[in-house]
């Protein structure tokens, strides 16, 4: 019987190609179908939004961080794929009791390739997965960093103001785009106080779509308390996304910095 480790280094064991799959995580649901798995992705949860045409019609499995466990049973999956900081502990502990689930923990770009990779592997569409991650590996190398490095803060909560520190996918994209994290020595997602930010002095301010959903009316707020910043919004599914949607990033990331 064929097995997978998953990157929290846990054994899980498929007698055969999965059949029957449930995704608990959204750019991890995008990157099933762009790997040709539509018909074997039998379960999504809420918030799983890409490719919106295929996903609408998924039978939903309640939040990433609570799970509906009798439309789990219902479903019967034969594979369940998951990840540390976005499902929670005590759902996927009862989960795995009964299926092989399998569970991501990215960090950096380097482990969401890893994490492509090995879900290519899983799923037996490792030629898929391989191409998607040489074209999102090409994509990186090719974007071109600042020069020198901007000082910077990206904010993902309001009441209270929440950022992005250290050991994070988003602290890992903004230095490829050699956006320099004023945080980055910070726990994971620090609260922010006010003079805390006018402290820092960061020169660009970038409010993310998600997962509070930071609109223009917002900058003013921002602007008052630091007036010497370039405050932007941003699309957050482009720094926090770490499946398939990676391939859009580069781009984007290049347009940014040239507004920027």
Sequence with gaps: MPTFTDQLQNAIFLAEKP???????????????????????????????????KVKTKPKIGGTKNFNFEVIDALQPDLIIGNKEENYQEGI???????PVWMSDIFTLEDALDMIRKI???????KNATE????????????????????????????PYMAVGSNTFINDMLQRCGLQNVFANAERYPEIRIEILQKTQPEIILLSSEPYPFK?????????????????????????WYGSRLLKAPEYFQQLLTEI
Excluded at 22 to 39: A, C, K, R, W
Excluded at 133 to 159: C, D, H, M, R, V
Excluded at 225 to 240: H, L, T, Y
């Design 216 to 240: 223009e009316k917002h900058i003013q707020e921002f602007q008052a308390i630091c007036p010497q910043a370039k405050i932007k919004i941003v699309d957050g599914e482009m720094f926090s």
């Design 19 to 53: 059949r029957r799959i449930i995704s608990l995580v959204p750019s991890q649901t995008e990157l099933l179908f762009d790997l040709g798995l539509e018909n074997e992705v039998v379960g999504v949860t809420k918030f799983c939004i890409h490719p919106a045409d």
């Design 120 to 126: 290519g592997e899983l799923t037996g569409t490792s």
């Design 93 to 99: 502990e009862k989960l795995a009791e009964k299926y």
């Design 132 to 159: 998607i991650a040489a074209k999102t590996e090409a994509g990186f190398t090719t974007l071109p960093k600042l020069q020198p490095q901007i000082s910077s803060a990206y904010f993902i909560w309001k009441n």
